[in-house]
């Protein structure tokens, strides 16, 4: 089954503590990116990545790392997290090939606490 | 930068009423894409429209994009309890970055 998996659904953390938040596809999508929603802000993107190891800062990258050393995996890491990175994200992929944006795939979300 | 505005942010139907919600951006779009996310759940998938001032209808669902590509509108016909969700438009980046610029979302609740 085509899909994009995150890991984990649910995450508690304290301030300060390393986290980081998997996603994988197996569709071998070439564009995968990361999103925050918050209530009253939509989805924003924190970053994107076109093909492995090309990766672009999205409209919220502060305080977010990213890796794309494998075409399928693409984590999410937050080095010192803080309580306003408190959020759902979705990764999402899509394949890149066309001239116009192809429809994202998204994962299930990732909900995160930080206290 | 590129931004889509989407209104309403929340809209109350009864079961049965017509539903509509607007995307506006600041610039041309290259396409649109429109995303349900079911209460709980991931965006998913539901249209793309690509040329200008194109419709295209899904069963209770109309979708267009506007002639200058700079706006779109999701209209529903006769609500169900299954349309409940937020409704997100999406627009393409023209400058070539491969961005999705996604509006704020619609919050539709249906009242049985």
């Known amino acids: 089954e085509a899909q994009v998996t995150q890991n984990p659904r649910y995450l508690i953390t304290v301030t300060g503590k390393k986290l980081t938040v998997t996603c994988s596809q197996n569709m071998n999508h070439e564009y995968m990116s990361w999103y925050r929603q918050d209530p009253g802000l939509g989805l924003r993107q924190i970053y994107y990545?076109?093909?492995?190891?090309?990766?672009d800062k999205g409209d919220v990258p502060e305080g977010y790392k990213v890796s794309r050393k494998e075409k399928r995996n693409f984590p999410l890491i937050l080095e010192s997290p803080s309580p306003n990175q408190t959020s759902l994200y979705f990764c999402?992929?899509?394949?890149?090939?066309?001239?116009?944006?192809?429809?994202?795939?998204f994962g299930n979300g990732t909900r995160l606490t930080v206290t | 930068g590129q931004q889509v505005m989407q209104i309403p942010q929340y809209q109350h139907v009864q079961e049965g009423e017509d539903f509509t919600t607007y995307c506006n951006s600041s610039t041309t779009l290259s396409n649109i894409q429109w995303y349900k996310q079911r209460p709980g759940g991931h965006p998913v998938f539901l249209i793309q429209l690509v040329k200008s001032g194109e419709v295209k209808k899904q069963k209770r669902l109309t979708f267009q994009f506007g002639e200058a590509k700079k706006n779109s509108s999701l209209h529903i016909t006769a609500t169900q309890t299954t349309d409940v969700g937020t409704y997100f438009c999406a627009g393409g980046d023209t400058s070539g970055t491969y961005k999705y610029i996604f509006g704020t979302g619609t919050r539709l609740k249906v009242l049985a």
């Open positions: 999402a992929s899509s394949f890149s090939g066309s001239s116009y944006n192809s429809p994202l795939h």
């Open positions: 990545s076109m093909n492995v190891e090309v990766t």
